[in-house]
């Protein structure tokens, strides 16, 4: 098993800045590529980025290429997700999910934190 818990969410303006963590334990975590996917209300479940297990390989889906840039830290367990140039249609619950392989589909996914809520005012 594999836990997952996101912080960083909160409220932040239009044009603003906002760092969302994920910290994992339970199993090695340099054993996983790491999501970021994100759930605004009424709406499925999307896929914003990936990165691999040694993180040398990203990719960012296109609604917010140029603006959310996806790393992590191996030693400490832990990925980012660093938005900037945030939007109002930015706004939705914010996932991280873990599995063995690098994938950008919503099922592909085997472990999930519980999401941090991420809110854009205008």
């Known amino acids: 098993q594999v836990q997952l818990v996101e912080s960083g969410g909160g409220l932040a303006q239009a044009g603003g800045s906002l760092r969302l963590s994920c910290a994992a334990s339970g199993r090695t975590f340099s054993n996983y590529a790491m999501g970021w996917f994100r759930q605004a209300p009424g709406k499925e479940r999307e896929f914003v980025a990936v990165?691999?297990?040694?993180?040398?390989?990203?990719y960012i889906a296109d609604s917010v290429k140029g603006r959310f840039t996806i790393s992590r830290d191996n030693a400490k367990n832990t990925v980012y997700l660093q938005m900037n140039s945030l939007k109002p249609e930015d706004t939705a619950v914010y996932y991280c999910a873990a599995d063995s392989s690098y994938k950008l589909g919503v099922d592909d996914y085997d472990y999930w934190g519980q999401g941090t809520q991420v809110t854009v005012s205008s």
């Open positions: 990165i691999s297990r040694n993180g040398l390989r990203t």
